[in-house]
């Protein structure tokens, strides 16, 4: 048996989410035609509380427009120095938006509102003009950790004061929501536009969506057009977002509390010097003594997969198909290590 915990996006489609992918009425949706995606975008729209949503490939496409939407050549991105915007979507943010950006500290990879203050550049030919900031929850960076409301609100105030977009990469959002607590619909309160995953924890195949205002999304899918990801007959994926928001949100918490014990198992061992904490689905184990490619070689030899995250830290993700049978062979394959 092969445990792979690499990504949660290596999750596969259930039966489920199958037959509803299999079942879904579908147009064409570059002509706005498809049913399926039309319904995928109004329903996640409206748990938000948002105005309107743009069904895409990925989360780096969603991203991408965003920042696309709320910057322009000579502007400047404020975001943490471990963001994924900045880290893991190939200099996108220079490419497609020849915008600057400026990169902030913080313990987990998250940012305060009083950083995000003194960080926007005053009105000085010097200086580009800040116009966005974008934030990211869960943090992946950060081994999963949470952003919360309470946190949120004053980086909110702060950027509505000084006239600046507030942009949230939510790829494992509803990670974040199932621990917190937390209504979707405060959350889209308190965003200019934000980044959804659906094939993450969720489970999906392919999938992202972008939510912002009726006039952002118009603007979208232009953006969207240009990056070359329009689709068609998208409905087949559409519906299995539609599926995993109905059915596979709750679960969630399976794979944290799964994740708290992988975390504890491999705290036992004696080339782990830490375990960053464990809020949701991924884990970072800092080594000692080893490197992540001797330590990750090990495991490799008992079918286990991980990903180096650092000169010393290996991560591990949990997700659907990573069960309690997976976790306890787990825990008996890296005894043996």
Same mark, same amino acid.
């Given at each position: ?149 309470? %946190?949120?609100?004053?980086?909110? @105030?702060?950027?509505?004061? +000084?006239? &600046? *977009?507030?942009?949230? /990469?939510?790829? $494992? ?120 490619? %001797?330590?990750?070689?090990?495991? @490799?030899?008992?079918?286990? +997969?991980? &990903? *180096?995250?650092?000169? /010393?830290?290996? $991560? ?22």
């Amino acid at each position: 048996m092969l445990i792979d915990l690499r990504s949660d996006t290596l999750t596969r489609p259930t039966p489920g989410m199958k037959d509803a992918m299999f079942a879904a009425p579908v147009g064409d949706d570059v002509f706005g035609e498809d049913p399926t995606v039309n319904a995928l975008e109004e329903k996640i729209a409206r748990l938000f509380g948002m105005e309107a949503a743009l069904f895409c490939p990925s989360g780096t496409m969603t991203n991408q427009i965003a920042i696309r939407l709320h910057t322009r050549i000579q502007t400047e991105v404020i975001c943490h120095q471990y963001s994924h915007i900045y880290l893991y979507e190939g200099g996108g943010i220079m490419a497609n938006s020849h915008a600057s950006v400026k990169l902030l500290p913080g313990e987990l990879g998250k940012i305060t509102a009083s950083q995000i203050g003194e960080s926007i550049n005053p009105d000085d030919v010097h200086a580009p003009e800040t116009t966005m900031v974008s934030l990211e929850n869960t943090m992946n960076k950060g081994g999963g950790s949470i952003y919360k409301l309470d %946190e949120i609100k004053p980086i909110h @105030a702060i950027c509505q004061e +000084k006239g &600046v *977009k507030l942009h949230l /990469d939510g790829a $494992r959002l509803f990670n974040a929501l199932v621990e917190t607590g937390e209504s979707p619909a405060d959350w889209g309160a308190h965003f200019d536009t934000i980044s959804i995953c659906l094939s993450k924890g969720l489970g999906c195949p392919i999938g992202s969506v972008l939510l912002g205002s009726k006039a952002a999304i118009k603007q979208a899918r232009k953006v969207r057009k240009v990056f070359g990801g329009g689709m068609r007959q998208a409905g087949f994926l559409a519906a299995a977002g539609i599926y995993a928001l109905d059915n596979q949100v709750e679960r969630l918490k399976e794979d944290h509390v799964r994740a708290r014990e992988l975390g504890d198992m491999l705290s036992k061992l004696p080339v782990v010097s830490e375990i960053f904490p464990v809020a949701t689905n991924i884990v970072i184990a800092r080594l000692e003594g080893t490197t992540p490619e %001797e330590f990750m070689k090990k495991l @490799a030899e008992q079918n286990i +997969k991980s &990903v *180096k995250f650092g000169k /010393d830290l290996v $991560r591990f993700v949990t997700h659907l198909d990573f069960g309690d049978d997976n976790l306890e062979e787990f825990g008996k394959r890296i005894r043996e290590i």
